[in-house]
C-alpha cells in the first residue's frame, strides 16, 4: 500500500518524483523518501510523516540528477520514522523502494548478517538492498541481479532500485502488487499506477506479475517470470492530470460524492435502455454461460463487501438465487463448499486489492461455473485475470474512504441480479421494464439527496463531541448502515458500530443512553413496522435517535421517534443506493468538524495491496 515513483530523462526528475508523490499519497503518508544517482554518487533524503514534510526537507537540501526514485510509505514492518523510510541503501551504492511484504525476510536478514550486513532500519525491505548489492559484488549488473535476488522472495512486492554503478538504469519488478512502466521522449517512468505519471506521459505498459523491466533513456527490456523476454502491450490513459485536482472542493471526499449522479449516470451507460437491459453486459456470448447459474458466491473486503451483501439479499429476493458472500481475507483460509453452477464474483475498487484477488486466484482452481471481477480500473490484475468483467465506471477516486465505488458497485451488481432475473424466467417483461425504469432515474435521486448537504452539515454538530455511535438496519439495508458505521469511524475516528435492528435487544441496548447517536436507516419496505418498533426501544431508554427515511416512510414515523431526515429513494431496488448519500455526508462533515484529515485517515491507505 505503499507508492511507488521513478524516472530516467535527459533532465532534472526532482520534481517529476515529487510531484508523483503527491499524487500517490493516498496510498500512503506515514513516511517519505527520495534518491538520485548523479555522477556515480546515490544521495538520498527521506523523513517521517507526509510528503510536504519531504518538500520542506528538500527545500533546505535540493536534491538533482536525471536518475532517480522515490516512495511514500504505509507501514507493515518498523513503525513510521526516518529510520525506516525508503528508499534503503546498501553500502551507498544500491537504493530500493518497495511496496508489499516479503514473508521470508527474517530468514534472509539472518544469512545477509552472516556475511557482514549491518542492518539500520526494521523493515523487510532492508533485506531486497542487501541480496543486491551482494550479487553486483559477485560480478553481475543490476539487471541480473534483480531478477536473481526476486527469486529468493517469499511474498509481494514492486520495487525499482537503481545503481551508482550504471548511470541512467533503473530496474523495476513485480509480484502481487502493481507496477506499470511510463513512456516518454527518451524519458522512461516507472509508478504504483499511472497517477503520478499523468503530467508527463499517457503511455504505459502494465507490468505481468513475475516481470522484472530494466530502462534508461533509451528504451525498455522486460523479462518475464520464466526470464524469457517478454513483448507487453502499450496503452493510452484517458485520464488526465487535472483529474487528480480538487477543483471548488475541500477534500478529493467531498468531490467524489458530489460526483456520484455522473459516476452512476456512466455505469449505466450502454448497459441499459428506457425499459431493457442492453444485450451482452458481461461480454459477447456470456448469455448461455449466465443462464445455467445456479449459485453466486461473492467475496470482497470492506466497502465492497457491504455493496456483496446487499446484492445479497437482491440476487435471493428479485432473481431466486442463492448466493453467499465472504470476507476474502477469510475465504482461501478454509475449505468452501462449492455447489455445481456457481458463479464467483469477486469485488474490488483498486483491482489490487491483496485478498481479493488472492481469493480470485484460488477460485480459478476450484470448480466454479465463472469468475466476474466487478472493478473501476480497467488494467488492474483483478481485471485482466477474471473471466468475466463488469467495470463500475466511477472515474478517479482519491479519498481513502470509497464513496462513488461503493454506489457504482452497487449499480453493477444490480446489473447482474436484473441479468439473472431475466435469464432466469424469474422476472417477466413487464416487471422488468419498471426496474430498469427506477434505473434511469438513479442519477437524478442521488443528486436531489445530495440537496440535503447543508442540513446534513447542521446535523453533524450533534456529533463532534460523542465518542461512539450505533447504526441500524433491517434487510438490505443493514449493509447500508454497516457501510455508515464504516464511512464514521474511518474518517472522524468516532467509534461507530452496525447491528441489524433486530438484535438490539440481544446485548447493544445495553449500550443506549443519552450519549449515544442511533442512526436508523429506514426505506419504504415490509420490514417498516418492525423497523419502528426497534426505534420505539432506543427513544425507551433515551436515546438520541436520527433516521434516514424514504419519504413514503415517514407519513408512519412520528416526531417522538426522533429526527427524521426524509428523501425520495425510488423504490426497494434503489434505496440502497440513494439512502447511501446522507449517511456519506455525516461521516464528511462529522469528520470536518473535528478536524481529522478526511482524504487520508490515519493507519489507513486507499489500495490495500498487501495481505
Not at 317 to 342: H, K, W
Not at 355 to 364: C, G, I, S, V, Y
Not at 562 to 581: H, K, S, W
Request: net charge negative.
Amino acid at each position: 500500500m505503499c507508492g511507488i515513483v521513478a524516472a530516467s530523462a535527459h533532465r532534472d526528475v526532482s520534481e517529476i518524483l515529487v510531484s508523483g508523490l503527491r499524487a500517490l499519497e493516498y496510498r500512503g503518508y506515514d513516511s517519505a523518501g527520495i534518491a538520485i544517482q548523479t555522477n556515480g554518487v546515490i544521495s538520498r533524503q527521506r523523513t517521517q510523516g507526509k510528503v510536504r514534510d519531504l518538500e520542506t526537507l528538500l527545500a533546505d537540501t535540493p536534491l538533482s540528477g536525471h536518475c532517480g526514485i522515490a516512495h511514500t510509505r504505509w507501514a507493515t514492518h518498523g513503525v513510521p520514522n526516518t529510520q525506516n523510510a525508503h528508499p534503503h541503501i546498501s553500502g551507498n551504492e544500491i537504493a530500493l523502494v518497495h511496496n508489499g511484504i516479503i514473508e521470508n525476510h527474517d530468514a534472509l536478514r539472518q544469512e545477509l548478517q552472516a556475511a557482514g550486513y549491518e542492518f539500520s532500519s526494521d523493515t523487510d525491505t532492508e533485506v531486497m538492498v542487501h541480496l543486491v548489492h551482494q550479487l553486483m559484488s559477485q560480478g553481475s549488473d543490476l539487471f541480473g541481479s534483480v531478477r536473481l535476488m526476486v527469486k529468493r522472495l517469499q511474498g509481494t512486492f514492486s520495487i525499482a532500485v537503481l545503481s551508482a554503478q550504471e548511470s541512467g538504469v533503473i530496474v523495476g519488478a513485480r509480484e502481487g502488487s502493481p507496477m506499470v512502466l511510463g513512456l516518454g521522449f527518451q524519458e522512461h517512468y516507472l509508478a504504483s499506477d499511472v497517477l503520478p505519471l499523468l503530467g508527463v506521459t499517457n503511455r504505459f505498459v502494465y507490468l505481468a506479475e513475475g516481470d522484472v523491466v530494466r530502462l534508461d533513456t533509451s528504451g525498455y527490456e522486460i523479462r518475464d517470470c520464466e526470464d524469457e523476454v517478454a513483448s507487453r502491450p502499450v496503452k493510452e490513459a484517458d485520464l488526465t492530470a487535472d483529474a487528480v485536482q480538487r477543483g471548488k472542493y475541500r477534500h478529493y471526499m467531498q468531490k467524489e460524492i458530489f460526483e456520484q449522479p455522473a459516476a452512476v449516470a456512466a455505469t449505466l451507460e450502454g448497459r441499459i435502455s428506457a425499459d431493457r437491459l442492453l444485450p451482452d453486459i458481461f461480454g459477447v456470448g456470456t448469455g448461455e454461460m449466465l443462464r445455467k447459474v445456479r449459485q453466486v458466491h461473492i467475496v470482497a473486503c470492506g466497502t465492497s463487501y457491504h455493496a456483496g451483501l446487499v446484492a445479497r439479499y437482491q440476487l435471493e429476493q428479485l432473481a431466486g438465487i442463492p448466493c453467499t458472500v465472504e470476507v476474502a481475507s477469510e475465504y482461501r483460509y478454509r475449505n468452501p463448499v462449492i455447489p455445481d453452477d456457481t458463479l464467483f464474483v469477486a469485488i474490488s475498487q483498486s483491482g489490487e486489492t491483496a485478498d481479493t484477488l488472492a481469493a480470485l486466484r484460488h477460485a480459478k482452481e476450484s470448480g466454479y461455473l465463472a469468475t466476474l471481477a466487478i472493478c473501476n480500473v480497467p488494467e488492474s490484475s483483478i481485471v485482466r485475470e477474471a473471466g468475466l468483467v463488469l467495470m463500475t465506471r466511477a472515474g478517479l477516486e482519491i479519498g481513502v474512504a470509497s464513496t462513488k465505488s461503493f454506489t457504482t458497485q452497487l449499480v453493477a451488481l444490480q446489473l447482474l441480479v436484473l441479468e439473472l432475473a431475466q435469464i432466469g424466467g424469474h422476472v417477466d417483461a413487464e416487471q422488468l421494464a419498471q426496474w430498469v425504469s427506477e434505473l434511469n432515474g438513479l442519477p437524478g435521486l442521488i443528486k436531489q439527496a445530495l440537496e440535503l448537504d447543508e442540513r446534513i452539515e447542521l446535523l453533524a454538530e450533534r456529533f463532534v463531541e460523542k465518542h461512539h455511535a450505533l447504526f441500524l438496519g433491517r434487510g438490505s439495508h443493514y449493509p447500508i448502515a454497516m457501510e455508515g458505521a464504516l464511512k464514521l469511524k474511518e474518517i472522524s475516528y468516532i467509534h461507530a458500530e452496525a447491528y441489524p435492528a433486530g438484535e438490539l435487544k440481544h446485548g447493544p441496548l445495553a449500550l443506549v443512553d443519552h450519549d449515544m447517536p442511533v442512526v436508523a436507516v429506514a426505506p419504504n419496505n415490509r420490514l417498516l413496522k418492525k423497523l419502528i418498533s426497534n426505534i420505539e426501544e432506543v427513544r425507551a431508554r433515551g436515546g438520541e435517535m436520527y433516521v434516514i427515511a424514504d419519504a413514503q416512510a415517514v407519513s408512519s414515523l412520528k416526531d417522538h421517534h426522533g429526527e427524521i431526515i426524509e428523501l425520495d429513494t425510488g423504490g426497494e431496488l434503489l434505496a440502497p443506493v440513494v439512502l447511501t448519500i446522507p449517511l456519506q455526508l455525516l461521516a464528511y462533515h462529522v469528520a470536518v468538524l473535528r478536524g481529522t484529515d478526511v482524504d487520508q485517515p490515519r493507519n489507513l491507505a486507499k489500495s490495500v495491496t498487501v495481505e
